[in-house]
């Protein structure tokens, strides 16, 4: 019979010992057969994991109110429109929009083709200042109706891109399997009900019946 340290011990060599240390500190945990590291390395799992379903259902109703507002100024066709790609930067901050929206397209047929294939940052990069007077001033309201018309859009937009980059954030860490339990879980599950909200109510209430995070994020051992 393996003893409550001994599997404890064997557990922590296979997930290996520096990445526990980071659970072990948080959780005060003292030994080998000490449970509260391995059950907040658990949780962690499990609330990373049941945050998906906000995460993938706020990133696809922001990029198709992205998509719908390039439409109205470049056409349906937007990511072959010359226009469109000139204003893309070809560097930002060691991403390029540019060559991300050339590569999206190669192959695909059509636009649906492509928006699945372009990164989350190059659809938060679409709400910066250089996007105001070509999209923005005219679009934002009418694809994001819920946001608030009485705040003028360059404020309004800010809001959106500093939400995005939050979003992004926690994506990328749940992405390669980092610890998500320092971060303020409820303050980004309620970044996305936002941002999902401005586009469409009826899919924020769809989404929180869908979805166990809410639940999980209370339940931190």
């Known amino acids: 019979m393996v003893s409550t340290g001994d599997f404890s011990k064997a557990v922590k ?6 990445r ?3 659970y072990e500190a948080a959780a005060g ?3 080998d057969d000490d449970p509260r590291a391995l059950a907040l390395y658990a949780w962690n799992a499990q609330v990373s994991a ?4 906000p995460l993938h259902i706020c990133e696809v109703v922001m990029r198709n109110a992205v998509s719908e507002a390039i439409e109205a100024v470049h056409g349906a066709r937007w990511p072959w429109s010359v226009g469109f790609e000139r204003r893309l930067p070809a560097q930002n901050a060691g991403y390029s929009p540019r060559r991300d929206l050339q590569a ?9 083709k492509v928006i699945p294939e372009l990164r989350f940052v190059f659809w938060r990069r679409m709400f910066t200042e250089r996007f105001d007077q070509d999209i923005w001033n005219d679009h934002l309201l009418r694809v994001l109706p819920n946001l608030d018309g009485n705040t003028t859009v360059t404020q ?11 979003v992004r954030r926690l994506r990328n860490r749940i992405a390669h399997h980092e610890p998500v339990f320092a971060r303020d ?11 999902t909200g401005f586009r469409s109510r009826p899919t924020v209430d769809w989404m929180m019946s869908n979805q166990q995070a809410s639940h999980l994020i209370q339940q931190r051992p």
């Open 20 to 22: 526990l240390e980071t």
């Open 156 to 166: 309004l937009r800010q809001r959106i891109y500093s939400d995005l980059e939050h």
């Open 185 to 195: 879980l409820s303050a980004d599950l309620r970044r996305m009900v936002d941002l």
């Open 29 to 31: 945990a003292s030994s």
């Open 104 to 112: 999206a397209r190669k192959g695909a047929t059509t636009t649906g």
């Open 13 to 18: 060599i296979a997930l290996s010992p520096a």
């Open 50 to 53: 049941a945050l998906l379903v």
